[in-house]
Every structure is written in C-alpha cells, then in structure tokens.
C-alpha cells in the first residue's frame, strides 16, 4: 500500500516556473520507479517525465526537454518535478505515479500502479 500527494501547481504567467512535490507514505520510494503525467481538458493522460531507483536515470517527453527536472529525495521520500518556461499549452493536472514492477519502460500510464490525486497547473499568456 502506497499514498501519493501532490503540491505545489497554481496559476503563473508564461515564462514563470513552479517546483511540484510529491510525497509517499505507506511504503519507501527507493524501490520504485516513479513517474509524472498530465491531463490536459479534452485530451489523455500523457506522459511527461520519470526516474529511476536511484535517481541517476531519467526520461522525458520531447515537449518538455531542456525545460522540466524530475528529480527524487529518497531520504525524505519525495519525488519533484521542476517547470521552468512554463507554456500556456503545460496546463493541465499534473499527476505522479508509482511503478511497483522493474520490468517496465516507466512511459506508459499502464506502467503504474499507484497515482496520486493531482495538482492543477495554470499558465496564462
């Protein structure tokens, strides 16, 4: 059993950041691939971003590349993700994820077994 709660979205301005957050209880990340995705209105769940165990390995959807950081404390058993240049099109709920199985490829929504309820985030123009 895991519990994930996001924080952090909100409205910004185009060009502006936010730092999302993840927290886990019920069980320690360290043994997970953990992972992002959005839901814009009228569209999937897509993927944006995930990481591996240890943190050393990461992926990426194009649209987000050179802009958004996911990165992890295991420690304190959190995942973040870091928006920076942020697009009106980056709005949607933002939604983390936990993958339970190693035999994955941690960019598909079936990958995951466990999501949190999400944070919204606006940018306006």
């Known amino acids: 059993q895991v519990q994930l709660v996001e924080s952090g979205g909100g409205l910004v301005q185009a060009g502006n950041s936010l730092r999302l957050s993840c927290a886990a209880s019920g069980r320690t990340l360290s043994s997970y691939i953990m992972g992002w995705f959005r839901q814009a209105p009228e569209k999937e769940r897509e993927f944006v971003a995930a990481?591996?165990?240890?943190?050393?390995?990461?992926y990426y959807t194009d649209s987000v590349k050179g802009r958004f950081t996911i990165s992890r404390d295991n420690a304190k058993n959190t995942v973040y993700l870091q928006m920076n240049s942020l697009k009106p099109e980056d709005t949607a709920v933002y939604y983390c994820?936990?993958?339970?199985?190693?035999?994955?490829?941690?960019?598909?929504?079936?990958?995951?077994?466990?999501w949190g309820q999400g944070t919204q985030v606006t940018v306006s123009s």
């Open positions: 990481i591996s165990r240890s943190g050393s390995n990461t």
């Open positions: 994820a936990v993958a339970t199985s190693p035999y994955i490829s941690g960019r598909r929504r079936y990958d995951y077994d466990y």
